[in-house]
């Protein structure tokens, strides 16, 4: 199965690979997993092949070339990083400047987290409805305790749901709505600056 994701990520590029690829594939696997068509411990494989070519790749990737500087985590329950690395792709091939909490960061971490990497922009990453069910708590706790002009971002399938609750988030049902609103946040700052 390496093997033949990195075959696909050297022949796609890594925006085509995830879009062609890793989009449908994490889909395909969610139905078998809730068919009972595959285990979890096969999920967590599949999960983990992708997480280390997403990785690996990005460690070859050119530094940041511009701001915006982006705070990036999960809330604690939200175990999957898969949505938030491949978020951090997307973010990282349009030139932004990206910090990686990883999973299951508490709210006052991120908070202070924040505010230590200077960032400009806190995105977090939910990968289920149940998930944010649980997370809409959270959230409005974290938007209520960071700066009130701090962008709170957050991406997965269940984000418009969590945007209709608390408007002072900004969805990202998708992968392909980053490079506008990256180029929307840029020219704003330009424009006040």
């Known amino acids: 199965m ?3 994701l990195a075959q696909q990520l050297a022949q796609r590029g890594l925006r085509q690979f995830i879009l062609e690829v890793v989009v449908p594939l994490n ?3 969610g139905v078998e997993w809730l068919r009972g068509n595959i285990e979890v411990f096969e999920e967590h494989l599949y999960a983990e ?3 280390g070519l997403l990785r690996q790749a990005l460690t070859h990737w050119p ?3 511009r701001a915006p500087r982006l705070l990036l985590t999960t809330l604690p329950g939200e175990a999957h990083q898969l949505g938030l690395l491949m978020a951090h792709a997307f973010l990282v091939m349009e ?3 990206c910090v990686s909490l990883g999973a299951q960061t508490p709210v006052a971490e991120i908070v202070k987290a924040a505010a230590a990497h200077r960032a400009d922009i806190v995105g977090l990453s939910c990968g289920s409805t149940p998930g944010l069910r649980s997370a809409l708590p959270q959230l409005h706790e974290l938007r209520a305790r960071l700066d009130p002009r701090m962008p709170l971002w957050l991406g997965g399938a ?3 749901r969590a945007a209709a609750e608390l408007p002072a988030i900004t969805a990202f049902p998708s992968l392909l709505t980053i490079p506008a609103a990256l180029g929307q946040r840029r020219a704003a700052h330009t424009d006040a600056g």
Do not use: E, I, T, Y
């Open 2 to 4: 390496q093997r033949r």
């Open 27 to 29: 889909a395909r696997v």
């Open 49 to 51: 092949q992708v997480l």
């Open 63 to 65: 530094p940041a070339s």
């Open 95 to 97: 030139g932004a400047d």
């Open 158 to 160: 269940p984000s418009d």
